[in-house]
């Protein structure tokens, strides 16, 4: 099942998406308003909704004749993101850097701003005067569905609503001479996400999935989310040892190599290159910077 939230003439609305058809859920009387709310009704409550849309409830609509939105366009909370999750992107940022090479004992965690989420085929605008260093990173996201705390890997596929595909870009100027992630991480329309989000259902397995970023049609990025060093289950057992999870949590969960900052020479996103960003088996998100 794909869930999608887009805009029409007149709204914002969310649905379930099949073969270049949307099946819009319709308004009020006891149907969530937004993806979010859905989510946040729970697991029963969500699937008896999208059995209704598959049978036919709501209105069907051709995909082209609406913009998709990120899923969740804003978050309750900010976007949490692990670091350095691939040996591969861990040690060419480490040398990039002239460190010596090692791999994380624990979660490296860091967020990205709400208010950095944008639509899966959005423009992003980048203002040069704040940043001459904006690089990409494809990621699997994980939308969280049921909360909790103290979450055991066991029982963390339970906590998973499904899967999505996020850009994590990163202006690296600010990411290093702040020391600190959040302002790299955080500019407006810094976090593009979607296209939609897959449930957890339809993904047999999110550790055997591959995922690449083109820049202008050439591969800069491929990967695999078997190599990932921490896994989901792990990761969400950790993060719900420490904090409680919410519905609706997005967790995007690292980058493998080929970033532009550590290619010899570095390279960087310039007003007219197009960035994609695909997770085989959820889809493509595709961005013009402006
Ligand atoms: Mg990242």
């Given at each position: 099942?794909?869930?999608?939230?887009?805009?029409?003439?007149?709204?914002?609305?969310?649905?379930?998406?099949?073969?270049?058809?949307?099946?819009?859920?319709?308004?009020?009387?006891?149907?969530?308003?937004?993806?979010?709310?859905?989510?946040?009704?729970?697991?029963?409550?969500?699937?008896?909704?999208?059995?209704?849309?598959?049978?036919?409830?709501?209105?069907?609509?051709?995909?082209?004749?609406?913009?998709?939105?990120?899923?969740?366009?804003?978050?309750?909370?900010?976007?949490?993101?692990l670091g350095?999750?691939?040996?591969?992107?861990?040690?060419?940022?480490?040398?990039?850097?002239?460190?010596?090479?090692?791999y994380p004992?624990?979660?490296?965690?860091?967020?990205?701003?709400?208010?950095?989420?944008?639509?899966?085929?959005?423009?992003?605008?980048?203002?040069?005067?704040?940043?001459?260093?904006?690089?990409?990173?494809?990621?699997?996201?994980?939308?969280?569905?049921?909360?909790?705390?103290?979450?055991?890997?066991?029982?963390?596929?339970?906590?998973?609503?499904?899967?999505?595909?996020?850009?994590?870009?990163?202006?690296?100027?600010?990411?290093?001479?702040?020391?600190?992630?959040?302002?790299?991480?955080?500019?407006?329309?810094?976090?593009?996400?979607?296209?939609?989000?897959?449930?957890?259902?339809?993904?047999?397995?999110?550790?055997?999935?591959?995922?690449?970023?083109?820049?202008?049609?050439?591969?800069?990025?491929?990967?695999?989310?078997?190599?990932?060093?921490?896994?989901i289950p792990?990761?969400?057992?950790?993060?719900?040892?420490?904090?409680?999870?919410?519905?609706?949590?997005?967790?995007?969960?690292?980058?493998?190599?080929?970033?532009?900052?550590?290619?010899?020479?570095?390279?960087?996103?310039?007003?007219?290159?197009?960035?994609?960003?695909?997770?085989?088996?959820?889809?493509?998100?595709?961005?013009?910077?402006?």
């Amino acid at each position: 099942m794909r869930y999608v939230s887009v805009r029409t003439d007149t709204s914002t609305r969310w649905g379930i998406s099949a073969e270049g058809a949307v099946q819009l859920a319709p308004r009020g009387a006891g149907w969530a308003d937004s993806l979010l709310e859905l989510i946040e009704m729970g697991p029963g409550a969500a699937s008896a909704q999208a059995e209704r849309l598959l049978r036919g409830d709501g209105e069907a609509r051709d995909l082209n004749s609406l913009t998709l939105l990120a899923p969740i366009p804003k978050p309750t909370r900010n976007i949490i993101c692990l670091g350095l999750n691939y040996a591969d992107h861990a040690s060419e940022s480490q040398r990039a850097k002239g460190q010596e090479v090692s791999y994380p004992e624990h979660l490296v965690v860091f967020t990205k701003a709400t208010t950095s989420v944008t639509a899966p085929y959005a423009a992003i605008p980048v203002d040069t005067t704040i940043t001459t260093q904006l690089d990409w990173e494809v990621e699997l996201a994980v939308v969280i569905g049921t909360g909790g705390r103290n979450i055991p890997e066991h029982e963390a596929a339970q906590h998973v609503f499904g899967y999505t595909v996020v850009n994590d870009l990163s202006a690296r100027d600010l990411q290093f001479c702040h020391k600190q992630f959040f302002l790299g991480k955080s500019l407006d329309g810094g976090c593009p996400m979607g296209p939609w989000i897959t449930s957890a259902d339809a993904i047999a397995d999110p550790h055997d999935l591959a995922l690449w970023c083109d820049v202008n049609g050439q591969r800069q990025q491929s990967g695999y989310t078997g190599d990932q060093i921490f896994r989901i289950p792990e990761t969400i057992a950790s993060l719900s040892r420490i904090m409680t999870l919410v519905p609706g949590d997005i967790i995007a969960t690292g980058t493998p190599s080929g970033v532009g900052f550590a290619q010899d020479p570095p390279r960087f996103l310039q007003a007219g290159d197009v960035v994609e960003c695909g997770v085989d088996g959820i889809g493509t998100i595709r961005n013009r910077i402006v």
